[in-house]
């Protein structure tokens, strides 16, 4: 397994136009991408404008070819200029 997240930071009065976006292209990565195994969209109240992401990919192949779906490529023209601030991490090794 292959795991990435990705902690976002949202600019101010664009949360409720970012997540129903990001939800979507979690859902259609779910739907559509057989090497996603898991796409975890989180949020607190406590942080409004944050927003954390939980993904795992069969491998790290899978991933990159996430990045060039149509969906996704989609989602992050529509919300580039909503991000403030976005943070990737990738690990190679997942144990259960």
Do not use: W
């Not at 664009?14 to 991408?33: G, Q």
């Amino acid at each position: 397994m292959f795991a990435v997240t990705v902690q976002f930071k949202i600019h101010d009065g664009m949360m409720d136009t970012f997540m129903p976006l990001m939800l979507e292209n979690a859902k259609a990565s779910l739907e559509h991408e057989p090497a996603c195994r898991q796409f975890d969209v989180c949020s607190d109240p406590e942080r409004p404008g944050e927003v954390f992401l939980y993904e795992l990919y069969d491998d790290a192949a899978a991933f990159q070819t996430h990045l060039k779906t149509q969906h996704f490529l989609a989602f992050d023209a529509q919300v580039s200029t909503m991000i403030a601030e976005k943070t990737v991490a990738t690990y190679s090794k997942v144990s259960s």
